[in-house]
């Protein structure tokens, strides 16, 4: 009676197992069958893909080897060659899709879905790009350039797709979206050849100031950095709470900035110390009225 039992459970398990197999075996034959139909299509996208990468690295290192040679400055060229290496890459991307008989039709479709999708999802890379389109047409700075944007001052090293690289005085490298430089207070201080050095002395209300003015002047006058047209100012410019203060402005070459500006510094509190003119601490009188 229990071997009866048992072999009648036996049979449709073997069925189920038996059907499940043969369903396996057929979808593994129809995609077999599916890749050997495709299979040419594919050897040849692959081999689309492959030249058109290869072709468009060449394009890209012709088109940077003749912008080099034009009056471009490295930034503009460094960005423009990133842009046409994207363009070429796209184009490669819809050769690929035609080869496998992708229609152009649903080529362009799913190009207009990811550019909505992109457009979307990546706002501020778009800005950027945008960004970036607009610096290298309007020219506010080039490569080399020694800018100030929002509080950054340093050197213009590229201008890229997205981000502006600037390194600064003290051995930072900055990366700022182009949008953001964009939208920025900008100040290019290489656009000109001359700066100038706005300093600020205090000195006790008990010096004498004719003196102060006189010797800060000759160490002005006598500083082959600093120029000599526009002539150097030193005016009184504040009755402060305890001292008086001095403006001084001269004007130096780009280069010499930073140099006059420690030199100045230092040669007037040498020149205050020999002459007995004094810089103040903070003071406040007291007055006892009984």
């Given amino acids: 009676m229990e071997e009866n039992i048992q072999a009648t459970t036996d049979v449709p398990v073997q069925e189920v197992i038996q059907e499940h197999v043969d369903k396996a075996s057929g979808f593994f034959t129809d995609v077999v069958e ?66 496998l008989n992708v229609p152009m039709s649903s080529i362009i479709t799913i190009l207009g879905a990811a550019g909505l999708a992109a457009s979307l999802a990546l706002q501020n890379c778009l800005t950027n790009l945008c960004g970036g389109f607009i610096l290298l047409f309007s020219k506010p700075f080039s490569a080399g350039d020694t800018v100030e944007l929002d509080g950054t001052v340093g050197t213009v090293e590229a201008i890229g797709v997205l981000y502006t690289k600037i390194s600064t005085f003290d051995g930072k490298t900055i990366l700022i979206p182009n949008g953001n430089v964009t939208s920025a207070r900008l100040i290019n201080y290489t656009e000109t050849p001359t700066r100038r050095v706005d300093l600020t002395f205090d000195i006790s209300y008990n010096a004498d100031y004719n003196l102060a003015r006189s010797l800060i002047l000759t160490a002005a006058m006598e500083n082959p950095l600093i120029l000599t047209n526009p002539e150097p100012v030193v005016r009184m410019a504040a009755h402060k709470e305890s001292a008086i203060a001095i403006d001084v402005r001269v004007w130096v070459k780009n280069d010499d900035y930073s140099e006059v500006k420690y030199t100045l510094n230092e040669e007037v509190k040498r020149i205050f110390d020999r002459n007995g003119i004094e810089i103040p601490y903070n003071q406040l009188d007291v007055h006892i009225i009984n």
Wanted: aromatic share 6%.
């Fill in 34 to 99: 599916y890749f050997k139909g495709i299979l040419p299509q594919l050897i040849i996208a692959v081999i689309v893909l492959v030249i058109g990468i290869i072709m468009a690295r060449i394009i890209s290192r012709i088109i940077g080897k003749g912008m080099k040679k034009s009056n471009m400055d490295n930034a503009a060229q460094s960005f423009l060659v990133s842009v046409i290496r994207i363009i070429l890459y796209t184009v490669v991307g819809i050769m690929v899709l035609s080869v």
